[in-house]
C-alpha cells in the first residue's frame, strides 16, 4: 500500500512558478514510477508527465515540455513537479500517481495509487 499526499498548489499570476510535492508513504517508493495528471473542471483528467523508479526516465505531455520538470528523492519518498511560466489553462487539480508497472505512462489504469490532489490557478 502506498499512501499520497500533494501540497504546493495555490493561486499564481500568469508566468509565475510554483513547485507541487507528493509525499509517499511506505518502504517501496523507489519501486514505483511516479506520474502528476492533472484535471480541469469539466475535461477528464489528462496525462502530465512521469518518472521512472530510480529517476533515470522522464516522459512528457506536450502541453508540459519545456515549462515543468518532474525529479524524485527517493531518500526522501518524494517527487516533485517545477513548474514555470504558467498560464491560465494551466489551472486544474493536479494529481500524483504510483505506478507499479509500465503499460504505458499515458493512461491512467497504469496507475495503482492515486493522491487526492491540489489546486492550481492561474489567473491572466
Known amino acids: 500500500q502506498v499512501q499520497l499526499v500533494e501540497s504546493g498548489g495555490g493561486l499564481v499570476q500568469a508566468g509565475d512558478s510554483l513547485r507541487l510535492s507528493c509525499a509517499a508513504s511506505?518502504?517501496?517508493?523507489?519501486?514505483?514510477?511516479m506520474g502528476w495528471f492533472r484535471q480541469a473542471p469539466g475535461k477528464e483528467r489528462e496525462f502530465v508527465v512521469a518518472i521512472t523508479p530510480t529517476g533515470a526516465s522522464t516522459f512528457y505531455a506536450d502541453s508540459a515540455k519545456g515549462r515543468f520538470t518532474i525529479s524524485r528523492d527517493n531518500a526522501k519518498n518524494t517527487v516533485y513537479l517545477q513548474m514555470n511560466s504558467l498560464k491560465p489553462e494551466d489551472t486544474a487539480v493536479y494529481y500524483c500517481a504510483a505506478a507499479r508497472f509500465d503499460m504505458g505512462w499515458g493512461p491512467t489504469r497504469t496507475y495503482d495509487y492515486w493522491g487526492q490532489g491540489t489546486q492550481v490557478t492561474v489567473s491572466s
Open positions: 511506505g518502504r517501496t517508493f523507489r519501486s514505483y514510477a
